[in-house]
């Protein structure tokens, strides 16, 4: 059966071979008699579940034996306050602001931090360019640095991240990847602590990744929950409390679906990274090679994973999306908050959707031009 394409920014399209896998497992796990949503978090049948998936995590992403990985509850917006309660030291804290998460997670800090500095900002631009790394005003003696490495909502990514030592600043820095965990290498040189929601790229709704380096654990906030403090999460593996099992049960089947990727002689992240470059050169492409449509962010800093376009004429826009959903393309309305169209290429999303995704719009543009 030929599924939809599902472009929605999260929760997310997930692997079909993944929810087949899911399916066939649903009442019995490996013939232990129990589904795994039925399991204790501390018997010896979820223990190897949670280890498999921590290891394979570690080893797609390259994770260094000095950084915790972490499995938590709550998604990106609890870490806005999670992250600071944990970093914080209640002194001062640093913001890039590139659009509405990182916008977020600058308000949220303010309830724990001392001071929050915002050093550089897109809002003059509309958020459809990055600011230069060379012109940001970092504080001194902050206790991180916080940047949203992709932008859901305004599709920006920083395609490298920045060198903070280069740049003289001692700060950790603290990346929300939560929509391109997994679509790309990470230089963990340049990262103290990493955050995300698994709903777009690697998994269901429920499940947060956490790979924090371990000097940055023990300086939580009095005020910090227990189960939240980063260092009792580590120092139990992730079991303080119990842990979201049908989350990290679905994330480990997705990192065992991406390590089994190849384009060319790359696997696994590598080979989704071509995959994705791929994916989004040719939706950017039959954008701006069409004066029906427009892309309003910079090339340098365009998202590979969350394409938002715009009609020229958005009269036009609830008929493109009834075309859309009658051809199996589904979930391609814009953010209510900027409007227009976002198509979601999450790794999930094979290249198949993406061609069919462009020959829809090049056909609606002959209809309505």
């Given at each position: 059966?030929q599924?939809?394409?599902?472009?929605?920014?999260?929760?997310?399209?997930i692997?079909?071979?993944?929810?087949?896998?899911?399916?066939?497992?649903?009442?019995?796990?490996?013939?232990?008699g129990?589904?795994?949503?039925?399991?204790?978090?501390?018997?010896?049948?979820f223990?190897?579940?949670?280890?498999q998936?921590?290891?394979?995590?570690?080893?797609?992403?390259a994770v260094?034996?000095?950084?915790?990985?972490?499995?938590?509850?709550?998604?990106g917006?609890?870490?806005?306050?999670?992250v600071?309660m944990?970093?914080?030291?209640?002194?001062?804290?640093?913001?890039?602001?590139?659009?509405?998460?990182?916008?977020?997670?600058?308000?949220?800090?303010?309830?724990?931090?001392?001071?929050?500095?915002?050093?550089?900002?897109g809002k003059?631009?509309?958020?459809?360019t990055?600011?230069?790394?060379?012109?940001?005003q970092?504080?001194?003696?902050?206790?991180?640095?916080?940047?949203c490495?992709?932008e859901?909502?305004?599709?920006?990514?920083?395609h490298?991240?920045?060198?903070?030592?280069?740049?003289?600043?001692?700060a950790?820095?603290?990346?929300?990847?939560?929509?391109?965990?997994?679509?790309?290498p990470?230089?963990?040189?340049?990262?103290?602590?990493?955050?995300?929601?698994?709903?777009?790229?690697?998994?269901?709704?429920g499940l947060?990744?956490v790979?924090?380096?371990?000097d940055l654990?023990?300086?939580?906030?009095?005020?910090?929950p227990s189960?939240?403090?980063?260092?009792?999460?580590?120092?139990?593996?992730?079991?303080?409390?119990?842990?979201?099992?049908w989350?990290?049960y679905?994330?480990?089947?997705?990192?065992q679906?991406?390590?089994?990727?190849?384009?060319?002689?790359?696997?696994g992240?590598?080979?989704m990274?071509?995959?994705n470059?791929?994916k989004?050169?040719?939706?950017?492409?039959?954008?701006?090679?069409?004066?029906?449509?427009?892309n309003?962010?910079?090339?340098?800093c365009?998202?590979?994973?969350?394409?938002?376009?715009?009609?020229?004429?958005?009269s036009r826009?609830?008929?493109?999306?009834a075309?859309?959903?009658?051809?199996?393309?589904?979930?391609?309305?814009?953010?209510k908050?900027?409007?227009?169209?976002?198509?979601?290429?999450?790794?999930?999303?094979?290249?198949?959707?993406?061609?069919?995704?462009?020959?829809?719009?090049r056909e609606?543009?002959q209809?309505?031009?």
């Amino acid at each position: 059966m030929q599924r939809p394409y599902n472009f929605s920014a999260g929760p997310a399209a997930i692997p079909a071979e993944v929810l087949e896998q899911a399916a066939a497992d649903m009442l019995d796990w490996h013939g232990c008699g129990m589904g795994v949503m039925e399991m204790s978090h501390r018997g010896k049948e979820f223990i190897s579940i949670y280890e498999q998936a921590e290891s394979d995590l570690r080893e797609l992403l390259a994770v260094p034996e000095h950084f915790k990985i972490l499995f938590m509850q709550g998604g990106g917006l609890a870490e806005n306050a999670i992250v600071p309660m944990n970093l914080s030291r209640a002194a001062t804290v640093d913001f890039v602001v590139t659009g509405s998460w990182s916008q977020n997670s600058q308000k949220e800090a303010r309830k724990y931090a001392s001071e929050v500095n915002v050093i550089a900002s897109g809002k003059d631009s509309h958020f459809t360019t990055l600011p230069d790394p060379a012109h940001w005003q970092p504080s001194r003696g902050a206790s991180y640095l916080h940047i949203c490495t992709n932008e859901t909502i305004h599709g920006v990514e920083f395609h490298e991240l920045p060198d903070l030592k280069a740049l003289g600043v001692d700060a950790p820095l603290v990346i929300d990847f939560s929509s391109h965990v997994a679509s790309r290498p990470v230089d963990w040189s340049r990262v103290g602590l990493a955050f995300g929601g698994a709903q777009k790229n690697i998994g269901p709704a429920g499940l947060t990744i956490v790979v924090v380096r371990e000097d940055l654990l023990g300086h939580a906030l009095t005020i910090c929950p227990s189960a939240f403090d980063y260092k009792i999460v580590a120092e139990h593996q992730s079991m303080y409390n119990t842990p979201p099992t049908w989350g990290i049960y679905m994330a480990g089947l997705t990192f065992q679906w991406l390590k089994r990727q190849r384009e060319g002689d790359a696997s696994g992240v590598a080979a989704m990274e071509l995959r994705n470059i791929a994916k989004a050169e040719l939706l950017y492409n039959a954008i701006d090679q069409s004066g029906f449509y427009v892309n309003k962010v910079a090339a340098n800093c365009r998202s590979r994973m969350n394409i938002p376009f715009f009609l020229r004429d958005e009269s036009r826009n609830e008929a493109f999306l009834a075309g859309a959903k009658a051809r199996g393309l589904l979930q391609l309305k814009g953010h209510k908050s900027v409007g227009g169209m976002r198509a979601s290429l999450y790794n999930a999303m094979p290249l198949e959707g993406v061609q069919a995704l462009v020959s829809y719009m090049r056909e609606f543009e002959q209809q309505h031009a």
